[in-house]
């Protein structure tokens, strides 16, 4: 075996990313318990002095390691951690968005661009996967709407449609996939434009993993976990509601709004408990994830059993 010297070692190459802990965590004792305490933030991250969003809770984060090895990313794999083994082929420079349809000023923007677009700042949210385990993230984004607001989206603007990279080169598991891709989503405006939308660039103060979608993608956190689509290549604004994946491949199962409501069932499942991630028991979920105060008026009126 070959031995360096120290000085002769990258720092980058002591600890592998994910696994940094820091000295008071190990000292505590959290480490003991395993891949599922502490927080465990990469050191040596991107983004440093990020502004603290006043949409971020204040419940324990779910450690790096667990958020970037338990991942649904069917491009790269079914399995939950087939993204972390096999994204590493995803290039993700050079990178562009086309913001385009009903606007005024269709713009592509390159992804160095996006990051400076408008202060990034760090927002700590619930995330509930209609599987039924949630996870709460330190994300790191602004909201969706200060993209929007640029390209000046016309009076027929209703809707919003997201379409993800799909590269069968980069992504050869894809073709395993089970379903239709490239993997897409929508919004309806309102819910666009309403600041909770996270343009996503980021986590735990550095940019996206691979398997978390870099390096660009949304984060909704009032919404089940699949409408936040990753790798964003397309962004069209649209007069009609626009197909998402999983509505395309089962829409007994699976609706266009997908917000998180434990009184409606997944025709498979209840949805009125979760597990978070590392925890012994469930807890009960909460109705549009306990995001109501800044999301609920926008349903008003619908009936939100038909509009699951
Ligand atoms: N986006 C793309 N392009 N492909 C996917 O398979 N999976 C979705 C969503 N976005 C998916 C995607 C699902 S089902 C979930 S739960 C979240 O990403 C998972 O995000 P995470 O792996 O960062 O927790």
Redesign the pocket.
Known sequence: MLIRKPSSIRSSEITPRGVYLNRRQLLSGAAALGAFSGLARPALAKFDGLAKSKYSTTEPETPYQV?TS??????FGTAKDQ?AKYAGTLRTRPWTVSVEGEVAKPRVFDIDEILKLAPLEERIYR?R???GWS?VVPWVGYSLSEILKRVEPTSEAKFVAFQ?LYDRKQMPQGVY?GIQLP?VEGLRMDEAMNPLALLCVGLYGDVLPN???APV?MVLPWK????????IVKIRLVKKQPPS??NIENSHEYGFYSNVNPSVDHPRWSQATERRLGDFFKRPTQMFNGYGNEVAQMYAGMDLRKYF
């Open positions: 958020v338990y991942n649904n990313y069917y491009e993204p995330h996967c209609v599987e996870i993800s996939a993997y398997q978390d979608g993608r089940y976990g699949f409408k936040s689509i990753k790798s994946t999983w």
